[in-house]
């Protein structure tokens, strides 16, 4: 099978179903941000050694291969394919408070940093927060995007953010608390 198909060359591209739109459409925007999680959570994943981080990371990068496709697919496509569903959602939170029991308690806000593959989960938490806000830009359009989705893109960047501090404390970093300016800048003499 070719890579390539020369059927984009006119700056359309197809959705599940077998309708072309343009490149810049909302929904090709919004699932292409999710394949732009997926590559940085693949960065992520390949600077760690293997382990219960790897394992998280590669199941959810094969979910968000799911989350393209039903944001790539209007609800009324006959083609059949896995859909985001309330499980999906509900294992990344259970994810969240397994991991949160290892650390500690939140007291102010954090930079991003630290380790490499928690610096890359945070740019990962950035990049899914863009595309939930494409999600609910298709929308306020009139596309069509289930719930499930919605709800999926939502918890991603809380699972992004508490696993890129897991990854730290596994690796004996500690956060990098927030500095307020006024507590930054030296008293004047």
């Known amino acids: 099978m070719k890579v ?3 059927t984009g060359d ?28 997926n590559s940085v959570l693949g960065m992520a994943r390949a ?15 094969n979910e968000l291969f799911v989350l393209g496709g039903d944001l790539a697919a209007p609800e009324e496509t006959t083609y059949p394919l896995p ?23 939140l007291k102010n806000f954090i930079l991003p940093g630290g380790t490499q ?10 990049v899914s927060r863009r595309a939930e806000r494409l ?21 991603l960047s809380d699972w ?3 696993l890129a501090r897991w990854v730290n404390h596994d690796a004996g970093v500690e956060d990098i608390a927030w500095v307020p300016v006024a507590d930054r800048t030296p008293a004047a003499p």
């Open 4 to 6: 390539y198909t020369k």
């Open 10 to 37: 006119d700056g359309t591209t197809a959705l599940f179903g077998g309708d072309r739109v343009s490149k810049s459409h909302p929904r090709i925007a919004a699932y292409g941000t999710v394949d732009e999680v």
């Open 47 to 61: 600077t760690l050694d293997p382990g219960a981080a790897t394992d998280l990371i590669a199941r959810v990068q």
């Open 83 to 105: 859909r985001i569903e309330a499980h999906h959602t509900e294992q990344m939170e259970a994810d969240i408070d397994r991991l949160t029991a290892d650390l500690a308690p």
């Open 117 to 126: 593959a928690s610096a890359s989960l945070h740019l990962a938490r950035t």
């Open 135 to 155: 999600a609910i830009d298709m929308v306020g359009e009139g596309e069509v995007v289930s719930q499930e989705a919605l709800n999926y893109l939502n918890r």
């Open 160 to 162: 992004l953010f508490t």
